[in-house]
């Protein structure tokens, strides 16, 4: 298979398993990106089906898609809670590469939320009881006086996950990689399945 990694234009559409594409492509943008190579742009609808689109960091992926982690009772939370649907572009500016990937979304298990949870610094688990996501703020004191109440509660023990804290997959129906090309004739590659457990297909579509 060509190397993925530099461009599009040559890419062997035999190439089964974007994931894989997805994991090169992701390892060349962090040794050129200058800050978060793991940002992705998260779109969502609420129940107008108004869509909602921010920037969110990736934590993990695999086979199954991928990961990130937020509070449930966040817009974001709840929108997702109610159309376990999603879509999000990766934006490697460095690279001039992005990838869309777009597909229904699951929780992912206690176990995994847990394990990335103990994973973060002090102040950010702290900071995940104290900020109540999404809703008004009367002031930032309001805010540091949460997370002061929350430092005090726990001390140095250990900070339990809460239980509105956690992380959703998605598991990509449809992936697309862009790279950058001359008089904007972009190269464009996008991999479709109509199931998860259905194999991909390809297709190169016009700039």
Known sequence: MDDLSTSLKNSDQSATDPMKIFAVWLQHAEKTEPND???MALATVDADVMPNVRMVLMRRFDDRGIVFFTNFHSQKGGEILTSH???????????RKSVRFRGPVEEVTAEEADDYFSSRARGS????WASKQSSPLESRFALEKEV??????????????PD?????????????????????????????R???DAPWATSRLYP
């Open 37 to 39: 190579p793991t940002a």
């Open 194 to 196: 109509e199931t998860l």
């Open 148 to 161: 002061a109440k929350y430092a005090a509660r726990f001390g140095v023990g250990d900070i339990p996950r």
């Open 85 to 95: 649907k999603a879509a999000a572009c990766f934006h490697w500016k460095s690279q």
């Open 125 to 128: 688990r702290i900071g995940a």
């Open 164 to 192: 509105y804290w956690s992380g959703f997959r998605i598991c990509p129906l449809s992936i697309e990689f862009w790279s950058d090309g001359k008089f904007r004739l972009h190269d464009r590659l996008r991999y479709d």
